[in-house]
């Protein structure tokens, strides 16, 4: 009888998981292999935060977003709350890391916005932009 109890309430801690078109579309465009990866760990997510098969990391900026790693070479930007993981794409990890170098540039050129003495020209602002 307890096996029961049990087994309903870990049905009841599974996650709704949705798919934004994006995603949807990226995930049909991976190549079969790919494609197989990235669906186990979809599958997986339903037991968010308690799947321990997926490797997740929390995005720091963001509250409630995450990247699952699907593969080496791609990964999942989904949010959690409520109980349900909603999924927004499927990048190339590649893509990812160019993506965050931007980020890290615009954080830092906001920093020294931020000191009084200091002015960075135009033409650096663009420079770093431009290289990344």
């Not at 540039?105 to 033409?123: A, E, T």
Request: aromatic share 12%; proline share 3%; charged share 25%.
């Amino acid at each position: 009888m307890n096996v029961d109890i049990e087994s309903n309430n870990q049905q009841l801690m599974k996650s709704k998981v949705t798919l934004l078109n994006k995603a949807q579309i990226a995930l049909d465009a991976l190549p079969t292999k790919d494609q197989e990866k990235a669906t186990h760990v979809i599958n997986c997510l339903e037991e968010f935060p308690n799947c321990a098969t997926v490797e997740t990391h929390k995005l720091k900026f963001i509250p409630n977003y995450f990247i699952a790693r699907a593969g080496v070479k791609y990964r999942i930007i989904f949010q959690f709350q409520d109980q349900e993981v909603t999924i927004f794409d499927i990048v190339n990890h590649d893509r990812l890391e160019r993506l965050y170098r931007n980020l890290k540039v615009i954080q830092m050129i906001d920093w020294f916005w931020k000191i009084d003495d200091f002015k960075i020209p135009l033409y650096l602002i663009l420079f770093l932009v431009v290289r990344i």
